[in-house]
């Protein structure tokens, strides 16, 4: 072979291996799950294609991949195994500034009604008497995650998605109540739940933009139980809360995909456009029978903001709706972590830095907040942080008492990360240990 063709052959291997370093992401081997089928191909460090695209995971394959010496692979940024690996994809430190709302003119009979009805039904919300689904949020302890449970969920949020897909194309194309086929779904998260909340709000936490929007609609839905949970709202009304948010982007299928898929800022007018999806949302709720009025002033309201400058009416936060914040909060929390094709995701500790802020800004509510810091803690479960001793530590739980000092699993100092290994402790109880830095996933960057 002439030293030409040799060059040219590096030329085109640094190029595809260039596509890979953008594209991919490194995962530990053990995070692969048996019975996956991928959705993209697996590669080795160097760039060696492992497993083709549509292939399925099995023991066998990661008992032979482990003997060849692969600890550690390469996987698709948008691939599910890289979200059932349970790792914050966030990296992103700089966070976009707040979009600021515009009114939109636009109305339908729905948005009309809504409108009328808007002062009695925030009204009446603030006078209900709710009777909590839990009185009190069971502490799993200072344990690991289980991993059946972990498996239970994850097969469930796949079939979640193909669900929630059908009945909001359905509504889409005919205006038939395809929204029935969810509420099953409801009833599932409330179980998980339950089971591990902290387990749950990192499932949570862990979205991406495949599948979109559907996709990013399940984890908002997952975050805003938790944290309704945590306001100690009836099991009715965290029904209105769960299907308000996994309804709220159904009028993005009314936007031209080629806007919100875009890999550029989006354009001014385009952005106007973009916010007009909140009442094609409620549009498309019409006719839809057995939908609260809760569920529509979510699906209305999720992108209205306390100090007026949300969209797509700019209402100030005495005219929105109760569960609409919850919603909005769980909403840019939930969109800050992902990827998005202009922008990759932006790193927990960041996102709720951010959302902090934006309570001084004054575009949320204090008290909501605070219930995304129950549910996530100021360094989010899930995500990694550096303790004062110089070890690194992933953060398991949260601790009420004390937003700053979760319970973490750490490794000795000079040692990978691994969910089977480490100790896990609580902060509160070792005080001579504190965090002194969010650090971002040592596993996927």
Known sequence: MSMSAVAKMAARNAQANESIDQDFRRIPLHKLRSGNVIKFPIHAHDGTLL?????????????????????????????????????????????????????????????????????????????????????????????????????????????FITTLRSSVQQMAQSGLDGHHQVQGVIGDYL?????????????????????YPHRHSLHTAMLSLAMGVHAGLSEESLHSLALGAMLHDIGMLRIPRSIWMSKQQILPHQQLTMMAHPIYSVEMLLNADGISPEVKYIVYQVHERRNGKGYPRRVPGEMIHPLAKIVGVADSYAALLSD??????????????????????????P????????????????????????????????????????IVRCWPLRTTPSDNSGEILSLLQVPELAVVAAVPSPLVG
């Open 51 to 159: 497993l083709a695209e549509a292939s399925e995971i099995t023991d066998r394959i990661l008992e032979i991949l482990e003997q060849r010496g692969h600890s550690t692979v390469l996987v698709h940024r948008m691939e599910t195994a890289a979200s059932a690996s349970l790792e914050p994809l966030g990296t992103l430190t700089d966070v976009p500034a707040t979009r600021i709302g515009t009114a939109i003119g636009r109305h339908n009979r729905a948005t009309r009604k809504l409108d009328y009805e808007l002062g009695e039904q925030i009204s009446a919300a603030k006078k209900r008497e709710e009777s909590p689904f839990i009185k009190e949020i069971p502490r799993p302890g200072i344990i690991a995650y289980s991993e059946t449970l972990t498996t239970e969920i994850f097969t469930k949020q796949e079939s």
């Open 191 to 211: 179980k998980f739940l339950v089971e591990d909340i902290d387990l749950f709000t990192s499932i949570a936490s862990t979205p991406n933009v495949c599948n």
């Open 340 to 365: 998005r094709p202009f922008r990759p995701g932006v790193q927990p500790y960041k996102a709720v830095e951010h959302i902090i802020q934006g309570v001084k800004e004054g575009f949320f509510e």
């Open 367 to 406: 008290h909501v907040v605070r219930l995304l810091l129950q549910t996530v803690s100021l360094y989010p479960v899930g995500s990694y942080v550096l303790l004062s001793d110089g070890r690194l530590a992933k953060v398991l739980r949260t601790n009420s008492e004390n937003y700053s000092r979760p």
